[in-house]
Structures are given as C-alpha cells and as structure tokens.
C-alpha cells in the first residue's frame, strides 16, 4: 500500500470519527448547557496537547489564541443549534462552510467563478430539500447556519494564520486551549451559581447534578475529546501531507452523511428520501465548492 493510499485512508477515517461528533453532542444537550460541553470536551483535549503549547513560540500561541476565540463562538453556536434542532440537519447545515469560505470572498472583492454560483445553487436546493423532509426552518437550524457563517470567516482567518506558524500543532493546541478557557469564563459568568438563591441547597444541588451527569456521560466525554479532538488531530496532519488538496476537500464533505448514518445507530435519528436527496445535493455543493482550490482546504486541524 502506497503513503498517498494510506494518506486517503486516514483522512477518510477522520471524516468518519467527526462525523460522529454531532449524535454524540446532541446526546449530551439533553443533560449539559451548551457551555458545558464545550467546556468538558476542550478541557480534556487541553491537557492532551498541552506539550505542544509549552514548546511553542509566542507568535504560535498568540495566533492560535486569536483563531480560539472565534473558534469558540464557532461551537457554541453550533451545540445551541443543537439542541434545537436534530443532529442530521444541524450536520449539514454547519456543513455549508466550505461553500461560505468562497462566498465570503467573493463580498471581499474577488471575483465571481461559476463553480461558486453551482455550489450555492446545489446548496440551496439541498437546504429546501432537507427543509421539507424535517419540517419547517426552527431557531436551531438559524444558530447553525450562523455557525457555518462563522466557521466561513474562521476558516478565512485561519488560512492567514496557518501560513505565519512555526508549527501548526501549537496553533492548534493554543486554539483548543482559548476555547476551553472561554467556555469556563462563560460558565462562571452566567451558569455557575455564587450564592444560594431560592433555597440554601441550591448551590449543592446544582454541583451534585454535575458531577451525576459527568459520571453518566464520561465516555461520551472521552470519545469527543480524547479521540474527535486531540487524537485525530495528528492522524489528519498526517493525511493531509500524503494527498492533494481536492482530495482533502472531498473526503471532508461527506462528514456530514457519516454524521447521518451515526446519528441512526446513535440516537436513532432518520432521513425519509427527499431527506436524504437534500443531503446528496448539499455535499455536491460543498465538493464543487473545493474542486480545484488553489490550495490546501484551510481548515486543516481545524477539530469538529
């Protein structure tokens, strides 16, 4: 076997482990805040990579601190719509930003190409599709196309950013780093209870129920952060050095059906046919989107 056929295969089974993230997340917003989950999963991946924060240069960790904090914004977004809407469609939408990236440059001033206005056209048919498969547009399907907006702009960033680093898994370490110490902020601030309020056993009623929950739900804590996060992180540096950039970008776009197949063995969620031709058009949309991009995907070790 080939390096560029062991290449293909590794970024193939990343698209698989992150297409497992959204049953495993929307199975956790039944017990945790949005912030919760962020927190949790991003803590744990922290003190993984924290080696490669340690050894890294102050321009590294400063970049990836910026790219952190919209990163954050990025998940928060995302577990909100969550649990708002099903994981199936929350996938696919949040799954438009590869079309976003492009379109976003185009509002900056460069040029209109025709695969663009394919992609946004497959794009929107598919969203229309999916839409009358689930029923009709809810606040969760808003948070997570906003999520995808975001995740344009993030990708944008990021491919400016990548470029100064030194080493990209520094970068990548410091981002998980700031989105795990802005969950924790955002916990304290608006989650966490100071001082009893109602009753004097409210403040221990709120810790016991965490770490009830925690204990439940560990191994889905594990999986997303251990294994989605931290671990394939490295796996996919490594695909990605062994294959093309149109590649990557195809094996990505089909992240979000893999997203629909764990999330009927997951949490048992299903697409009827018109579902299912939604799908089939919104990652023809992502893939023409990337087809013969001048470069590598940005999102390289970008976590899902």
Not at 23 to 46: N, Y
Not at 74 to 91: D, I, K, M, P, W
Not at 258 to 266: L, M, Q
Request: aromatic fraction near 12%; charged fraction near 10%.
């Amino acid at each position: 076997m080939t390096q560029h056929l062991r290449g293909i295969l590794a970024l193939l089974l990343v698209t698989i482990v992150w297409g497992t993230t959204f049953p495993a997340m929307k199975d956790l917003t039944v017990h945790f805040s949005a912030a919760w989950i962020v927190f949790v999963r991003f803590a744990i991946a922290s003190v993984l990579l924290l080696p490669f924060l340690v050894r890294g240069t102050r321009r590294d960790i400063v970049n990836g601190a910026v790219l952190g904090l919209l990163l954050y914004l990025c998940y928060a977004l995302q577990v909100e719509g969550l649990a708002l809407t099903s994981s199936n469609r929350n996938a696919f939408i949040t799954g438009l930003n590869c079309v976003f990236v492009p379109l976003i440059g185009v509002f900056l001033g460069r040029g209109v190409e025709k695969r663009i206005v394919l992609a946004l056209v497959l794009s929107v048919l598919g969203l229309a599709a999916l839409c009358w498969d689930g029923g009709r547009w809810t606040f969760g399907d808003t948070l997570s196309l906003a999520c995808a907006v975001s995740y344009g702009f993030y990708i944008r960033m990021m491919a400016t950013r990548t470029q100064q680093a030194t080493s990209l898994m520094t970068l990548t370490a410091a981002q998980i780093v700031t989105v795990c110490v802005c969950a924790a902020v955002w916990l304290l601030l608006h989650e966490v209870p100071r001082t009893p309020v109602d009753l004097p056993n409210d403040y221990n009623d709120y810790w016991e129920y965490i770490g009830r929950s925690l204990a439940q739900h560990w191994l889905n804590f594990a999986w997303l952060g251990v294994i989605c996060t931290a671990a394939i992180i490295s796996l996919q540096s490594w695909g990605q050095r062994h294959t093309t950039a149109n590649e990557a970008a195809v094996m990505y776009a089909f992240e979000p059906g893999a997203a629909a197949v764990f999330g009927y063995f997951w949490i048992n969620e299903t697409l009827t046919a018109r579902g299912w031709l939604g799908a089939a058009l919104l990652i023809s949309g992502m893939i023409v989107s990337q087809w013969n991009t001048e470069s590598r995907p940005a999102a390289s070790l970008a976590p899902e």
